[in-house]
């Protein structure tokens, strides 16, 4: 039986995560088929249908899912998961929204967060904040599975001919309604997309002292911002920056960490980086113990310093 994935999108573009969650349901040896629910999401389904190692592409366009609220795409999910042995999605706020809700619905358990795939019905996943790996067995006739990205390379964006086959909506549950949204508007790539990462910790002192010392350094790299959990609770930066187990996990090529003692909680969110670098001033810091090299130094001279040197 083939597999499913369930696309993360903007209803214009496949987001980066789909590609690698592609990339995880190549290594179950089926047919990959992607299934793009939005509202007005053709160029989505078209862009879904040019990736590479996909055999069709399932478009439902409702308003139900422009907002791709969890109860109306579980029911869309369920309603098309017996025609399926595995259902994957990205790991994401969306992802961790509506695949546990349409698991719960086939009546079978989810794994989540899978970083390896050892045979079709078993795989690897972090457990403990990523200090020890789990190998999951499943049973379940039909597998729901969220994938954390950056565990797998990305597939090719190019190269497929997929078919787009229109199919018929779940329709509105009416359990939920979208009310509204804030949007933080920045010209710095996203976390979880972006090649070179400068963090912050709360050694950095104040939401002013975030701003002077990381920016002009993320400005000469092309860099994004992340933060410690430390720096969101202090209140130094919005809760989007945090990068973390409980915030987002990346695996940059390059990641910058600075000020950032290294706690367990921030470590399982960017170890699988590239390359680290922290900057500390306690030698001592575990971020030490996962960086490739290290500074330990004052962080308000070597970072203008650095930036200095950078042109």
Known sequence: MPTLVIAEHDHKSLKPATLNTVTAATKLGQPITILVAGLNAAAAAEAAAKVAGVTEVLHADDAAY??????????????????????LAPATANGKNYLPRAAALSGVAQISDIIGVV?????????????????????????????????????????????????ESAGNAGLSTFVGEELSKSERPELTSARVIVSGGRALGSAENFKAVLEPLADKL?????????????????????????????????????????????????????????????????????????????????????????G
């Open 119 to 167: 045979s079709p019905d078993t795989f690897q996943r972090p457990i403990y904040a990523g200090n020890a790996i789990a190998t999951v067995q499943s049973k379940d006739k039909i597998k729901f599975i969220t994938v954390r990205g950056p565990a797998f390379e990305a597939m090719a964006a190019t190269g497929g001919t997929a078919a787009v086959k229109k199919i």
């Open 66 to 87: 422009e907002h791709f609220l969890a109860e109306n795409m579980a029911a869309l999910i369920a309603k098309l998961a017996p025609a399926y042995s595995h259902i």
């Open 222 to 310: 092309k860099a994004g911002i992340g933060a410690s959990r430390a720096a969101v609770d202090a209140g130094y930066v919005p809760n989007d920056y945090q990068v973390g187990q409980t915030g987002k996990v990346v695996a940059p090529e390059l990641y910058i960490a600075i000020g950032i003692s290294g706690a367990i909680q921030h470590l399982a969110g960017m170890k699988d980086s590239k390359v680290i670098v922290a900057i500390n001033k306690d030698g001592d810091a575990p971020i030490f113990q996962v960086a490739d090299y290290g500074l330990v130094g004052d962080l308000f001279q070597i970072v203008p310093e650095l930036v200095q040197k950078l």
